[in-house]
């Protein structure tokens, strides 16, 4: 399913509603880095609808599909949980040089986890470390901009 068909659904869903057993198996799914994400929705016609995204949608498939008694959706992730803990780790680490002030996550239109970091300025050696970055795992928002 294309991710456009989601509709708004792509946001902090009730996975409280889910059964134990499902629960229990998205925690796995998550901590094992199958999965990175996990959403529920309300469809129209009243069924739950279980969006989630992550680098191992076969595994997540097999396991949720058996489990689950709505609808399933599994984005495939381009990146992993080593990627996005590899990534964060040095943000972190190196927050102070390169005046690092908000590092947080987010879930993408197109169902994707990227991290976003918040920095004073883009400064040289932060720019060479994005660009050797997975695609697509980093937003960068500068407060201070190059004029022009």
Known sequence: MPVEDLGSGIHQGRLAELSAE???????????GSLLWCRTRWTDDGRLRIIAGGPE???????????????????????SRQDIDAARATLLARA??????????????????????????????FAAWVAGLPPGLMAVFASVRPAG
């Open 22 to 32: 499902v629960r229990h198996a998205i925690d796995a799914l998550t901590s094992d």
């Open 57 to 79: 949608p076969d595994v997540a498939t097999a396991v949720l599909s058996r489990l689950a008694d709505g609808e399933l959706t599994i984005i495939e992730s381009a990146v």
């Open 96 to 125: 102070d040089e390169w005046q690092t002030f908000e590092v947080g996550a987010q879930i993408t239109g197109a169902g994707q986890y990227r991290l976003t970091a918040s920095v004073l300025f883009v400064a040289p050696s």
